[in-house]
């Protein structure tokens, strides 16, 4: 059963402390000029305890942004627990924040549980937010997205929700063009291909 | 503190340091290459992988509200991982004019004057014009469409031997077929003596006039010093003295350095950092009707095999297909069907569904314009650099007109517009029109005057003999067409230019090019001919 965000000494770590901690640390994102590196980079308490019950309510999130893949998916969250990526100081705090809104607009706390549309209609919420509540939420889809389609754990396997087959073994030009393709193909008007 | 002369110092290792790096060698200069990226054994090193953390080692980007440019940092510089498309830039770029009227291009140079170096380029990368046979599935499909309409379109001119059509171009071709600088100028520059050294990052230039008989450069002082720190290790920090310093860090990593040298070089021209140009590179995506038959994102060369000049003359512009690999397409943009008003909009069941679709079924036009130099790279003390685009009334038109068009043929071919919407590094979307490329020049641009440049047409930085810019940095506008072409022809002209005013015996350029096949397949560090004991701490 999920409970709200507490701090390690046991303490409820008040929503707007924690969000002040976030919108500090969020404020550096400026210093990342790389795409994928995002800025949040405080660790909350409390629900890093239960990870078994973080990695639920996680896999609930990624199913729900990504609908169709395996909650069983080995790889589902990895990118929550990547040290790689700044969310990982972040994941319990995650999820403690999916379970309280659960109780707040659906009255139980297990998100996870919840069916696809309630969920959806909880992150949806999150997003429509703003300051750094929506950094997190915006952040956490956005990671979710790139690690899921993308494959990025499983270069051999890629994505097959999106027909992603990852690294290639014994490619064959063939397979990459068609037959005849000057049915394709249109006038040209230079000789090599360089523009004039 | 080690302090090492040399003869000719280049920084960098990519498409403008390759051509100095080999030929002052080959001259007979002591040459170091000075590579602030990993060093790279092209057929061990590189993966088929979509992993952040890989391609984040390699490639770098750099992000202002309205441009983000991507670059790579790594032996051989962007070569490892381009996609091999080496085409000439049109004549027309070459008389492309400022807002006064006043050429862009220093007096003289032009393509007729570029196209004996261009042949240098096509020869040591073995470029060849892609066989109708191993075009792409998305490249036909892109080829037909401008087939319907009437348009002409090209096959594109590539460096690369026996490719395999695996998709992975980007992250590095494992299969030893791309012709990076890394199967042949590189490799052939140790062979001819020249020491690369990487890990090892420029950090300021400094004047120093020393005479001291030694090398074959006897009557030249040394001129420069050259303050340097290993990113790896200990952070070793050597002072290279040298008689001719070459800068090819690429157009930020150029500009930044002489930006961060400014106080050391007082007169370098106002111009450094400035007249930044983009290739107007302007994209739309759209999802193909069902009497098209199927493109394929992820198989086949990672560019499509097709361009299309049609429009160059008219508007200035060429066009072609693109074919993002996922973690390019995601983490780059927010992909929505045009007129799906459901939501979630970029995340969730409407977003898988056109995921699903994207292998397949999505087309991606990338058109590229001769848009004017209107990026500046500005340094804002320590370490930090801001990168900003001018935004004008004709640019605006330019990217709504070109936007226009691209969604026209699109429409015409009985397509579904799929609404692209840039977003930031945390996902965020850009507050207003965005323009993102890899084909970035122009930021020491070279010119006929110091007021308007920052070398002249020869590549030397004005008020510093013996200091020269050889890369996209001195490339003075957009090319319309990939870069890197342009800037190894550029880079071997200003060479041959050195060649010529420093000759100390040695055939023309030309007669010197050794075909990639009989190589040494791996660039190693080598030792320095030149290696003095520490000098000072
Ligand atoms: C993914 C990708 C695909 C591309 N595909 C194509 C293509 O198909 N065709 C095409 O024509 N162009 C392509 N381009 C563009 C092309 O790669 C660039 O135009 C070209 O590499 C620029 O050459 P350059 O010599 O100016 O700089 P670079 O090739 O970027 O080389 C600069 C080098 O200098 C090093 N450096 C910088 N500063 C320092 C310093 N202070 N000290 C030491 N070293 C330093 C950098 O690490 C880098 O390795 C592509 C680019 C990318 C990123």
């Not at chain 2, 862009?104 to 380029?121: M, N, Q, S």
């Amino acid at each position: 059963m999920a409970t709200p965000p507490r701090s390690n000494t046991g303490a409820t770590v008040s929503r707007r402390a924690a969000l002040k901690s976030l919108a500090v640390l969020a404020a550096g994102v400026g210093a990342a000029c790389t795409p994928l590196r995002m800025a949040f980079r405080w660790a909350p308490g409390g629900f890093d305890d239960d990870q078994a019950l973080v990695d639920r309510v996680l896999r609930g999130f990624a199913t729900a942004v990504v609908p169709g893949l395996s909650v069983d998916d080995p790889n589902l969250v990895r990118h929550f627990y990547d040290d790689d990526y700044p969310l990982a100081k972040f994941r319990g705090y995650l999820a403690s924040d999916l379970c309280q809104e659960s109780v707040n607009r659906f009255g139980t706390p297990a998100f996870d549980q919840l069916p696809l549309a309630q969920r959806t209609k909880i992150i949806e919420g999150k997003l429509a937010k703003g300051g750094v509540t929506r950094r997190l939420y915006r952040g956490a889809v956005y990671l979710t997205q790139i690690a899921c389609y993308a494959g990025i754990y499983d270069p051999d396997r890629g994505c097959p929700l999106i027909d992603f087959d990852g690294r290639r073994r014994n490619t064959s030009v063939a397979d990459s063009t068609y037959p005849m393709p000057h049915r394709f193909l249109s006038h040209e008007i230079t000789s090599d291909g360089n523009p004039l | 503190m080690r302090t090492i002369k040399t003869d000719a110092l280049v920084i960098g290792s990519g498409f403008g340091a390759a051509p100095p790096a080999l030929r002052l060698a080959q001259a007979g200069f002591r040459v170091i290459v000075v590579e602030q990226g990993p060093a790279i054994n092209p057929y061990t090193d590189f993966k088929q992988t979509q992993d952040p953390q890989y391609i984040l080692k390699y490639l770098k980007g750099m992000s202002g509200d309205r441009l983000s440019v991507t670059y790579a940092e790594a032996m051989g510089g962007g070569s490892g991982f381009y996609e091999m498309v080496s085409l000439r830039a049109p004549s027309k770029v070459f008389s492309q004019v400022d807002d006064r009227g006043r050429g862009l291009w220093p007096r003289g140079i032009d393509r007729v004057l570029l196209d004996p170096y261009y042949d240098i380029a096509d020869e040591m990368l073995r470029v060849e014009q892609i066989a109708p046979e191993l075009v792409p599935k998305s490249g036909l499909v892109f080829s037909l469409m401008m087939k319907n309409l009437g348009y002409s379109c090209e096959r594109v001119r590539y460096a690369v031997q026996g490719c395999l059509a695996s998709g992975f171009c980007v992250t590095g071709c494992v299969y030893g077929a791309k012709q990076s600088l890394l199967v042949n100028y590189l490799p052939q520059a140790v062979k001819a003596g020249a020491a690369i050294e990487t890990d090892l990052e420029a950090l300021t230039v400094q004047v120093v006039r020393r005479f001291v008989k030694d090398g074959p450069l006897n009557d030249i002082p040394y001129r420069y010093e050259v303050y340097c720190r290993r990113r790896t290790g200990r952070r070793e920090r050597i002072r290279f003295c040298t008689k001719l310093l070459i800068l090819a860090g690429g157009t930020i990593g150029t500009a930044k350095l002489l930006l961060q040298s400014r106080e050391n070089l007082t007169s370098l021209s106002t111009q450094v950092g400035r007249n930044i140009a983009f290739n107007g590179s302007v994209k739309a995506a759209a999802l193909l009707p069902d009497h098209f038959p199927d493109g394929d994102m992820f198989a086949g060369r990672s560019h499509p095999g097709m361009m299309s000049y049609h429009f160059l003359e008219s508007r200035g512009i060429t066009i072609s297909a693109a074919k993002p690999l996922p973690l390019q397409a995601v983490a780059a943009a927010r992909l929505r069907l045009d007129g799906d008003t459901r939501t979630p909009s970029f995340w969730g069941a409407p977003h898988v569904e056109l995921m699903r679709q994207y292998r397949r079924r999505m087309m991606v036009l990338v058109a590229f314009g001769m848009t004017p130099p209107l990026g500046v790279l500005e340094f804002r003390g320590g370490l930090a650099f801001d990168l900003q685009l001018k935004m004008t009334d004709p640019l605006r038109r330019y990217f709504r007109d070109t936007k226009r068009l691209l969604h026209s043929i699109l429409l015409r071919n009985g397509c579904r517009l799929v609404d692209t919407e840039f977003v930031k590094h945390d996902g965020a979307s850009y507050p207003d029109l965005h323009f993102s490329t890899s084909h970035h020049v122009g930021s020491c641009r070279m010119a006929d005057s110091k007021a308007r440049g920052v070398c002249n047409a020869a590549g030397e930085v004005f008020s510093y003999p013996g200091l020269y810019v050889s890369d996209g940095a001195a490339i003075p506008t957009s090319l319309a067409v990939n870069t890197s072409l342009t800037i190894l022809a550029n880079a071997e002209r200003i060479t041959d230019g050195i060649l010529r005013r420093y000759r100390t015996g040695g055939e023309p350029v030309s007669a010197r090019t050794e075909p990639a096949a009989s190589l040494s397949a791996t660039p190693e560090t080598t030792r320095y001919d030149s290696i003095e004991p520490a000098v000072g701490k």
